[in-house]
């Protein structure tokens, strides 16, 4: 995200080993200061600092503005304590073309440390909300023609049958809840369908950010299924061959 460093803390030997980064940074404007080991050690909470830390400004955005522009896939971490698993969903939603990612109210802090490493980078790539509350987010998504739809390992509906029948090919809000306890009955009611991932194997369940990954993956699919063939129809046909 454009602007988003604000400076670079670098240690003398990481600033000799990273001189393309450094480089990088100065003629973007970013200023490079550089400590003591000690020093950026105390930056981190890593045993072995990279030896380099860069300190951004925050980059969450009000839910009004990122479902502003008309989204195809939304995805809401309802409640979700664990930062592995809000930093992995977040990596999961910007590789599968999400247009925003809402950790709501009682959810980890986007900002903590390992979710921030879990993200991989991606956490400044896809427009963050935090702490709205999910009747918010629910309400302000059908507002904009979203389908809310939850994952759930109980549901009735399985997430194969659902691409099947077409249902994963309009505007959708995905809702991903707690991985300890699911989500509530009073937040299950809010949504469209609850939809279970099918599992074929032994394993008795899926975490909650690999059973994201699949959701989202197959929804992104879909949609993009179907522009394509949106797209197709509306074409010219083309000119039949002669021979």
């Known amino acids: 995200m454009v602007g988003c460093v ?11 080993k990273h001189r393309e ?5 100065a003629t973007a404007g970013v200023a490079v200061r550089i400590t003591a080991d000690d020093v950026l050690a105390s930056l981190t909470d890593t045993s072995t600092p990279q030896g380099v830390v860069a300190v951004c400004r925050m980059v969450d955005r009000p839910l009004a503005d990122v479902l502003g522009a008309d989204p ?10 664990d930062p592995g698993n809000a930093g992995t969903v977040i990596r999961c939603a910007d590789a599968f073309g999400a247009d925003a990612v809402v950790l709501s109210e009682g959810s980890v ?40 739809l939850a994952a759930d390992g109980g549901a009735l509906i399985g997430l194969d049958q659902l691409n099947i029948s077409g249902g994963l090919t309009g505007p959708c809000l995905w809702l991903f809840g707690n991985e300890a306890w699911g989500l509530p009955a009073d937040d299950a009611a809010l949504c469209d369908q609850r939809v279970r991932v099918p ?3 032994a394993a008795e369940s899926l975490n ?5 990954a699949v959701c989202l993956y197959a929804t992104s699919t879909a949609q993009r299924r179907a522009a394509s063939g949106s797209r197709s129809q509306t074409d010219s046909p083309a000119e039949p061959v002669r021979f």
């Open 6 to 16: 604000q400076y670079l803390v670098v240690t003398r030997s990481s600033a000799e």
């Open 208 to 212: 909650l950010a690999a059973a994201a």
């Open 21 to 25: 980064l450094t480089r990088t940074a």
């Open 72 to 81: 195809a896939l939304v995805v809401c971490c309802a409640r979700v304590r």
């Open 199 to 201: 599992i074929y194997g």
């Open 109 to 148: 802090d986007a900002y903590n440390s390992k979710a921030v490493r879990s993200s991989a980078g991606s956490l400044f790539h896809v427009p963050l909300v935090v702490g709205a509350a999910l009747s918010e987010v629910v309400a302000a998504a059908r507002a904009k023609g979203l389908q809310v």
